[in-house]
């Protein structure tokens, strides 16, 4: 088990910006859902605004998981080599 730790990639930049991003996105989100929307801007005083930036947030996560599941990819196919 010690071993398999030692010898792990690092978490690739483009999946730690992505993740970055969601959680940035994710705040809003939360903002706009419990009704704060309208003291950051009259525009996300309503709830359909919060669902955007979810909707975002989500998307930015699973951008971003892709190049972390093709590094851990890379990094099996080296192991079993």
Same mark, same amino acid.
């Given at each position: ?7 792990? #990639?690092?978490? +690739?930049?483009? @999946?730690?910006?992505?993740?970055? /991003? &969601?959680? $940035?996105?994710?705040?809003? =989100?939360? %903002? ?6 309208? #003291?950051?801007? +009259?525009?996300? @005083?309503?709830?359909?605004?919060? /669902? &955007?930036? $979810?909707?975002?947030?989500? =998307?930015? %996560? ?20």
């Amino acid at each position: 088990m010690a071993d398999e730790t030692v010898n792990r #990639r690092p978490v +690739p930049l483009t @999946a730690r910006v992505l993740f970055m /991003l &969601a959680g $940035l996105c994710l705040l809003p =989100a939360v %903002a706009c859902f419990a009704g704060e929307g309208a #003291r950051l801007h +009259p525009a996300l @005083a309503d709830p359909m605004a919060g /669902l &955007a930036f $979810l909707v975002s947030a989500i =998307a930015l %996560a699973g951008s971003g998981a892709f190049p972390l599941v093709m590094s851990r990819l890379a990094q099996r196919d080296e192991d079993a080599a």
